[in-house]
Antibody, heavy 121, light 112 residues
Framework: QVQLQESGPGLVKPSETLSLTCNVS??????????WNWIRQPAGKDLEWIGR???????KYNPSLNSRIIISIDTSKNQFSLRLSSVTAADTAIYYC?????????????WGQGALVTVSS | QSVLTQPPSVSGAPGQRVTISCSGS?????????VHWYQQLPGAAPRLLIY???NRPSGVPDRFSGSKSGTSASLVIAGLQVEDEGDYYC????????????FGTGTKVTVL
């Protein structure tokens, strides 16, 4: 059974860097059939796609966050990571990692349970 | 602001049929992209409910069904149950955006 699990600090100070890791089990992150994504959801608000990475290391980011995001992949550990720099209170959200099925109309078939990250001093 | 618009809320009594719309345009649903639906129960992560417009993953009850026509798509819950209360999101792709995965604005389903 495919499972994704986010981990990382739940509290980050303003202007610092948010770092999260998604550990994948039950599937190989090397598979060419999927992209590996980060999505976030501020409290009471809608889902916002952050970015994704392919097994080759190629990435695509949300243009609104592009200058602050780095997504990386570690195939040896079957995990991928998110770094979001210069955070503000507006970055407070639940952060989900999710697997995106490659195809003409891609969709997210598995999601992590989510990690709440609060930006506060 | 999302390119896929959903009603903020729908409600129904147990056993009733409810429909959630997802309105797009000629650059997304209307150009032939499939629509996918996610269910987010209170305090939980989203889960895939319908993929490629009208397919249910294993474990999803058959009271959930999807369809699309023109520039819109619909999710039907036939026989609403108390445990269906939560938020529902559509998702598709858009040829005008660098991000090919766009979510709808979300609909809260309330069971009366």
């Amino acid at each position: 059974q495919v499972q994704l699990q986010e981990s990382g600090p739940g509290l980050v100070k303003p202007s610092e860097t948010l770092s999260l890791t998604c550990n994948v089990s039950g599937a190989s992150i090397r598979s060419g059939s999927y992209y590996w994504n980060w999505i976030r959801q501020p409290a009471g608000k809608d889902l916002e796609w952050i970015g994704r990475i392919y097994s080759s290391g190629s990435t695509k980011y949300n243009p609104s966050l592009n200058s602050r995001i780095i997504i990386s992949i570690d195939t040896s550990k079957n995990q991928f990571s998110l770094r979001l720099s210069s955070v503000t209170a507006a970055d407070t959200a639940i952060y989900y990692c999710a697997r995106l099925v490659v195809g003409p109309s891609p969709f997210f078939d598995y999601w992590g349970q989510g990690a709440l990250v609060t930006v506060s001093s | 602001q999302s390119v896929l618009t959903q009603p903020p809320s729908v409600s129904g009594a147990p056993g009733q049929r409810v429909t959630i719309s997802c309105s797009g345009s000629s650059s997304n649903i209307g150009t032939g992209y499939d629509v996918h639906w996610y269910q987010q129960l209170p305090g939980a992560a989203p889960r895939l409910l319908i993929y490629l417009t009208n397919n249910r993953p294993s474990g999803v009850p058959d009271r959930f069904s999807g369809s699309k026509s023109g520039t819109s798509a619909s999710l039907v819950i036939a026989g609403l149950q108390v445990e269906d209360e939560g938020d529902y999101y559509c998702q598709s792709s858009d040829i005008r955006l660098s991000d090919p995965c766009v979510f709808g604005t979300g609909t809260k389903v309330t069971v009366l």
